[in-house]
């Protein structure tokens, strides 16, 4: 075979190669059927707003409730607290006369942690330039479409799970870290950064 049929053959097969990896899309993040993962990342990403449904105030548990729930204990008592919307349940104490159980709130404010849109504002030169370096080797036949695409969304995934890990600010409200026992916004049982994973999808 000459060389430059040789040549042509192989631009045909990177043009086929290329074909293959422009028929797939990468998605990276929350695994997309499970639901509770969803809802959490989407308050974590942009915030929310939480008000009772149904009931008068939304009960916060101290670290004196460990994980029950009001509806678990037979002699608490209601507590006005300084404003018309703070309030307590408190249960008798013999030491102290009584200990609060749970803060009441009439709304708690979850504020947004992007911690998505940080990743891909921070790393998206760093993934397209391994992006087109995977794309170039596999074109010229040193990797298979399939390796671009392993490669590329280990990496995104790493870099996600790491900021993550790093994610301060805001902290978690004084509750809030009291009751888990450290102040990592993002990470209270580790499932949430656990779970972001990558898929491909034909198109």
């Known amino acids: 075979m000459d060389r430059m049929t040789e040549d042509f053959d192989n631009t045909a097969e990177a043009i086929r190669r290329l074909q293959e990896l422009q028929s797939v899309r990468l998605s990276v993040g929350v695994p997309w059927l499970n639901n509770h993962l969803n809802m959490i990342a ?40 300084k404003t018309a919307d703070q ?3 408190a249960m008798p104490d013999a030491n102290s006369g009584f200990k609060i159980m749970f803060i009441l709130r009439k709304s708690v404010v979850i504020p947004p942690r992007p911690f998505l849109r940080y990743s891909f504002n921070h790393h998206l030169g760093r993934w397209t330039e391994l992006g087109a370096d995977l794309a170039f080797k596999c074109m010229v036949g040193q990797i298979e479409p399939k390796d671009v695409y392993s490669v590329l969304g280990e990496a995104m995934v790493k870099d996600i799970k790491q900021t993550i890990t790093d994610f301060s600010t805001p902290s978690n409200a004084p509750l809030t870290a009291k009751n ?10 580790g499932e949430l950064r656990d779970s972001i ?6 198109i």
């Open 197 to 202: 994973t990558w898929i491909t999808e034909r």
């Open 87 to 89: 309030a307590y349940l």
């Open 180 to 189: 888990k026992g450290f102040n990592d916004p993002l990470i209270d049982s």
């Open 42 to 81: 989407m308050v974590q990403e942009y915030g929310k707003t939480i008000v009772p449904v149904n009931r008068q105030w939304l009960a916060l548990p101290t670290p004196n409730s460990g994980d029950k729930r009001p509806a678990d204990f037979q002699n608490l008592f209601f507590m006005l607290g």
